[in-house]
């Protein structure tokens, strides 16, 4: 195992601000593409490195720390979305928040920057699934298992994902 | 002409489409412009994706923040697997012991008069006192590991448990003044071992549901 999750897993906290360093910014960056909130990214990073510390004790080393951390991450921000999905509904007595969502004006810029605004602009579940399959690499039986919804649902969801994507790019 | 469908243009950019299918979908790749083309733009589509940085430097340093919100931790970490084992082992350790204790008072030949309560001696008394340390340890132990995952627990779960445990609570107090008043005899220890056997067996359930969830 990581000699340095073996010393925050004995309550080193140097050790676990050298994991916080070398992992935060891939971290920071799956939650910023899942909310499309910067503030919010913030706020659920923090609370994805309070939890790992809480749940080291956990972590076995029967996958690579990154993975694990990066699948709690995953976790965070889905119940995070999840709690503020019902919230809003409760509020707007919606009956599909992605349908309401306003797409955000299309920047002039590089691919890039305009792939990573396209992808901020998408419906939350849409953008999640994208951002799961096509950036992180889940498979359609893992982004259903995460999102509880079945592979097939997954599949179509990414598939309307990239439709709109490329809508938006294109317009 | 009919297209494939959308699903299979996709799955053949992502390299996912089943291999039995491959060579029907090229073979219309080859007469329709359009779905070439289609095909061409998935493709320059996850090429764009492939370049986006992985990593993302927060605004701020969140450091400080987050080192604040730290609960020092000791070196062994009641949420450990391993430490919860261990607290599982002592709570079983000590139901042998607990056991061996009352079953020895038990058989032991004597005679079935009020001689058969603590008054038939001190090393009784301090054997039970004894065991009944290890009791209390071995529920310290799982009521740690339980405060630490209480709040992953339904609200309603967190109210019934409560409630048991005060019930069982009561009857240990009951049964521990009993015992203070000198007029208890083996029947009390041995509803007091079970007092303590209750105890500890809601908390490793609860602490086992609370730690799975």
Known sequence: MNPLVSRAQDGDQAAFEQLYRAHVGRVYALCLRMTADPSRAEELTQDVFVRTWRRLGSFRGRSAFSSWLYRLTVNVVLGALRTERRRDRRVTLAADLDELEVAAPAPAGGTALDLEAGIRALPPRARTVLVLHDIEGYTHDEVGKLMDIAPGTAKAQLHRARTLLRGWLER | ?213
């Open chain 2, 1 to 213: 002409m009919t297209h494939p469908d959308a699903t299979n243009l996709h799955e053949y950019a992502d390299g996912t489409l089943p291999a039995a299918s491959v060579p029907v979908l090229e073979g219309h790749l080859e007469g329709c412009a359009a779905c070439r083309e289609e095909v061409g733009r998935l493709r320059r589509y996850l090429a764009d994706v492939a370049r986006l940085p992985r990593s993302i430097e927060p605004g701020r340093d969140l450091w400080t923040d987050i080192q604040s919100n730290l609960v020092v931790r000791r070196k062994r970490d009641p949420t450990h697997p391993w430490t919860r084992r261990v607290a599982l082992l002592a709570a079983a350790v000590v139901l042998v012991v607990m056991s061996s204790v009352i079953t020895r008072m038990v058989v032991q030949p004597r005679a079935p008069t009020p001689a058969m309560g603590l008054d038939r001696g001190p090393e009784m008394l301090v054997r039970f006192q004894q065991t009944e340390r290890e009791y209390a340890r071995a529920i310290a132990e799982l009521e740690e590991v339980l405060e630490v995952a209480r709040s992953r627990l339904a609200p309603e779960t967190v109210v019934l448990i409560e409630r048991n445990l005060a019930v069982i609570d009561a009857a240990i107090d009951e049964a521990r003044m009993t015992i203070a008043q000198d007029s208890a005899g083996v029947e009390v220890l041995v509803m007091l071992t079970q007092r303590y056997e209750d105890k500890l067996e809601l908390l490793r359930r609860v602490t086992r549901l609370a730690t799975q969830s």
